[in-house]
């Protein structure tokens, strides 16, 4: 346990420390949700109806764009074959870098979502939902995109591959996060259907995640 | 013959050069009474002559499934037992089930616009069919991604089995979810319920697509095997070139 607890240590203070982490993400966010009422115009009604599926776009792209630095930094310097070699089993090493993963960049994203919530002139109970639905909902977006990174950091122009490949897989996600989203605005659809679902599509991913990134490490460095 | 004999692929190659011409012929037989039952299909009371298009459809869908699970198979057989040529299937199917998907998602968009008055409708059952055709396109570029196929084999058997999720949703989403795509009639508790005038001319569609993949497949597999060995003489003839080059040189010769 001691060793996962300093991965994970290690892991949160390189995103949170070096060229710009978690912040980058949170940067790439708010441009996207920004150029959003440029492109659709200042219809501050329209943007109220969009906004949900506006700010789950724009946390799932973000996070997209901070899944390619998950395991390239360690492989350009050598320390994921240490970690790929090391006693400490390799699915629990994944899980433990995708937690930090998570909690560097995917929290900011979450504690972004009320601010963001203004500029698209969404109400309390909107952002909160939002919100909510993101924080059940990221978890499932790193996890699943570990597997896309696992697969791309042996390729090194692999980003765009890392994009494709991850992005059928976090639809589901997107769907039922934004249903969430808006069953909680508008009242009479439930809201713990789609969300029950969101929690369950992260607990999935919690497990297959790991397994499948480490099989691709495992298969990729040798 | 035990499926470790069909794993030297001198072997394979063999076999099947005497197996290919049988599959062709079945195949071509079994389409022409497949056309031939669907021309002589009754027409539909509501759909009129446009439901024969369900006699292409419907195998084409049922085919981009089974070509992901013969996939995931091969994967299994990559991953797990390590089986020579079954990088070489997983390989080979993928395109061959990218077009069947595509085929599907095209004949059921034409048969939609008559009957839905829509080509397309993002409910559950054709949004995860047109995802399930991003993730065919997405394993074609993995496999294209890396440069050794050994290595890109294991990476794409990973992403084959991790997208193997897919294919229950697809089957289950009309049940699950309320869609425009209308529910089973075929596979379902309780029997068929498709009269058997179109049923027997389906299942005749279904096998003769389900052997054109099977000869597409087979020959698919030949060229890969026969593509890797090109590539492995063109290394060996590049490195002997090299070796020449390096032999003439001073700076090679041993001190």
């Known amino acids: 346990m001691t060793a996962l607890a300093a991965l994970i240590r290690r892991d949160i203070r390189i995103a949170v420390r070096v060229g710009g982490g978690a912040l980058i993400g949170v940067l790439f966010f708010l441009t996207v949700v920004v150029l959003m009422p440029f492109a659709l115009g200042p219809d501050l009604p329209l943007l109220t109806r969009l906004g949900p599926a506006i700010l789950w776009l724009g946390a799932l792209l973000a996070s997209l764009l901070t899944l390619d630095r998950l395991f390239t930094a360690d492989h350009e310097d050598g320390s994921l074959d240490l970690i790929v070699m090391s006693q400490t089993p390799l699915e629990l090493a994944c899980a433990a870098k995708a937690l930090a993963h998570w909690l560097a960049a995917g929290l900011p994203l979450i504690v972004a979502t009320p601010v963001l919530g203004l500029l698209l002139n969404l109400d309390m109970v909107a952002t909160s939902a939002v919100a909510l639905t993101l924080l059940a909902g990221t978890p499932a977006l790193t996890f699943t995109g570990m597997i896309g990174a696992a697969l791309a950091v042996t390729m090194h122009r692999g980003g765009l591959l890392l994009a494709v490949l991850v992005l059928p897989l976090s639809i589901p996600v997107l769907i039922f996060g934004v249903a969430a989203s808006e069953a909680a605005i508008t009242g009479p659809v439930s809201f713990g259907a789609p969300f029950s679902i969101l929690c369950a599509l992260s607990l999935v991913s919690l497990v297959v995640g790991p397994f499948a990134a480490a099989a691709s490490l495992r298969q990729g460095l040798d | ?255």
């Open chain 2, 1 to 255: 013959m035990t499926l470790i004999d069909l794993a030297n692929p001198t072997r394979f190659l063999s076999l099947t050069a005497r197996l290919l011409p049988y599959l062709v012929a079945g195949t071509l037989v079994l389409f022409a009474i497949g056309l031939y039952l669907s021309a002589m299909a009754p027409d539909d009371y509501q759909q009129g002559a446009t439901v024969k298009i369900m006699f292409i459809h419907v195998p084409n869908a049922w085919l981009s499934m089974f070509v992901w699970a013969v996939m995931s198979a091969s994967a299994l057989g990559t991953l797990v037992w390590r089986h020579p040529l079954a990088d070489v299937s997983a390989k080979a199917a993928a395109p061959i089930g990218a077009s069947f998907t595509f085929l599907a998602l095209v004949t059921g968009s034409l048969w939609g616009r008559p009957m839905w008055g829509t080509y397309w409708e993002w409910d559950a059952r054709l949004t995860s069919v047109l995802i399930l055709f991003l993730m065919y396109l997405g394993l074609m570029a993995l496999w294209r991604a890396v440069e050794d196929p050994a290595r890109a084999a294991r990476a794409a058997a990973v992403l084959t089995l991790v997208g193997a999720i897919n294919l229950p949703i697809i089957k289950f989403s009309v049940d699950w979810w309320n869609t425009l795509h209308q529910p089973a009639s075929v596979f379902r508790m309780g029997g068929s319920t498709l009269d058997r005038a179109f049923l027997i001319p389906l299942l005749v569609m279904a096998l003769a697509f389900t052997l054109l993949f099977i000869t597409l497949h087979v020959a698919a597999m030949r060229n890969e095997i026969l593509r890797r060995r090109v590539r492995s003489l063109q290394m060996m003839q590049a490195r002997a070139a090299s070796n020449d080059m390096s032999a003439a040189s001073p700076a090679s010769q041993p001190a």
